[in-house]
């Protein structure tokens, strides 16, 4: 049994869990970059709907880079350092591989499933394995786990949840124990290509999408589809598909809006890193992007329909409780909960009652709002860097 805790480690919090993860990590090395540049260098934005039998309601995402140790692997690349991904379907060899990398004195940026992890309030069905966290100390004798999320201050839990975590096997994403092993680039760090190189990356995500799932065609489809939700999806089934679209958008580690903020930061940072003026006015295009964003989440939770108005702003509290982490966030945390269920329960025998028809095509009408913004900005992005 071992005690070892990475003292020294006093980073924690962030937008968006992946980034989040890297920046906190960067930031023990001696490194300062933002999550904002972070992102952009990954690949920035992108779009996929996707929906599987076993899934209880569809995924939407609003950010590139493929598969997510893609998305880190390139852009550790892109800022000079390099990364690399141990994965293992053993949960003995997964734990152990996390304690030789504390016994080297490294922070382990890992995947976990967040149904696991007792901290986040979250449903036992709420299975989501692209989270990352930072795991920076492990205390065997007495059980418990050093993390840093993006809540604001040290985080704990046991052994075994973060093990049962690691080893998830649900969709859509099962973590398969993996950590992302990484070498911090040397100062100072050029960026100039890496930023070009992955702006062209995001235009071409969004352009030609391997599949009509993906980038602007993609949401197109995503607008096609929600008028038809009912027919697969009704009372508390249909419930989860508009309170995944809310969360993929707003509260999900998004940064707010898709991630359009974000990068509209990003690309104001780097027109003044490759000095390109044009890229101003193509971040003021995804700043009006990011509201449309924020419209569709709204649309599908708003106030015309009460309950579905009150689970929203349920859901953004909590969100806000978790990120602050306050002194008892969690037992507000776990209020919460009990009047989300309250509201959830009425929202769908609301949704199996009612007329839902109104609600979907307001909704869908937003969708394809977004979509014809979103074609302009990409647009604009990729005649700037041509």
């Not at 937008?15 to 920035?44: F, P, V």
């Not at 509290?317 to 602050?324: A, G, M, S």
């Amino acid at each position: 049994m071992e005690r070892i805790v990475l003292e020294d480690f006093k980073y924690f919090g962030g937008k968006h869990c992946q980034t989040t993860a890297l920046r906190n990590i960067l930031q023990y090395y001696g490194i300062d970059m933002s999550e904002e540049m972070l992102l952009g260098l990954g690949g920035g934005l992108g779009f996929i709907y996707w929906y599987m039998k076993q899934m209880p309601a569809p995924f939407v995402g609003g950010r590139s880079g493929g598969r997510n140790e893609e998305f880190m692997i390139r852009m550790l690349e892109r800022m000079g350092g390099k990364g690399s991904l141990f994965e293992t379907g053993s949960m003995k060899k997964g734990h152990e591989h996390v304690m030789d990398m504390l016994r080297c004195r490294k922070p382990v940026y890992t995947y976990v499933d967040m149904a696991y992890l007792p901290y986040l309030a979250l449903p036992g069905d709420a299975h989501f394995g692209a989270h990352t966290v930072v795991v920076y100390g492990i205390d065997e004798r007495e059980g418990t786990v050093c993390v840093s999320d993006r809540g604001n201050g040290p985080l704990t839990v046991s052994v075994e949840e973060l093990k049962n975590a690691r080893n998830s096997k649900f969709p859509p994403f099962p973590p398969k124990n993996r950590v992302l092993e990484l070498e911090v680039p040397g100062q100072p760090i050029n960026l100039k290509e890496g930023i070009t190189e992955a702006m062209k990356e995001c235009c071409h995500t969004m352009q030609n999408p391997p599949i009509s799932n993906f980038g602007l065609t993609g949401i197109r489809k995503w607008a096609k589809i929600i008028p038809e939700w009912p027919r697969q999806f009704r009372g508390l089934a249909l419930y989860g598909c508009l309170m995944n679209v809310y969360i993929y958008i707003e509260i999900g580690g998004t940064g707010g809006s898709a991630f359009r903020p974000m990068y509209a930061r990003f690309l104001r940072d780097a027109s003044s890193l490759i000095d390109n003026p044009e890229l101003l006015s193509v971040a003021g295009l995804f700043e009006e992007s990011a509201r449309i964003w924020s419209d569709v989440a709204e649309a599908a939770l708003p106030d015309s329909w009460p309950t579905l108005g009150r689970a929203r702003e349920l859901m953004y509290e909590k969100n806000q409780v978790f990120e602050q982490q306050k002194p008892g966030a969690h037992e507000r945390m776990m209020q919460i909960n009990g009047e989300l269920d309250d509201a959830m329960k009425k929202a769908a025998q609301e949704l199996e009652e009612l007329d839902v028809s109104p609600l979907l095509q307001n909704l869908q009408q937003k969708v394809m709002d977004l979509y014809e913004q979103e074609t302009r900005a990409i647009s604009a992005l990729s005649q700037a860097i041509s």
